[in-house]
């Protein structure tokens, strides 16, 4: 029996929200595990950027890679806090200046 894959990404646009604390963590643990097999193991094909487009899930809790053909247009992603306003942010030496006595 084959496994049918989504990424990431189809999977928390179909959410319409974040993954919970617990499913986070659990992801972080199977990509890393898959990450070590695949060094073990030797893969070259492997996509060198890995996003939520480049992340494989599965219904039975299957993690993989998608490979990177080479006319495979490369997507871009860009956190979501990255993402908000930050309108009433300040920049970064601002910061570090108040904290400086």
């Known amino acids: 029996m084959s496994s049918t894959f989504v990424t990431l990404a189809e ?3 179909a959410r319409g929200g974040p993954l919970l604390e617990e499913e986070v963590w659990s ?4 990509t890393a595990e898959s990450l070590v097999d695949v060094a073990y193991k030797g893969h070259n094909n492997m996509c060198t950027i890995i996003s939520p487009t480049s992340l494989l ?3 039975s809790g299957t993690l993989a890679f998608k490979n990177c053909g080479l006319s495979e247009e490369v997507s871009t992603f860009t956190a979501p806090e990255m993402l908000q306003s930050r309108a009433g942010a300040k920049p970064a030496t601002e910061r570090v200046s108040e904290c400086t006595p």
Do not use: H, Q, T
Not at 27 to 30: C, G, N, R, V
């Open 11 to 13: 999977v928390l646009e």
């Open 27 to 30: 992801l972080l643990l199977a």
């Open 57 to 59: 899930l599965s219904a």
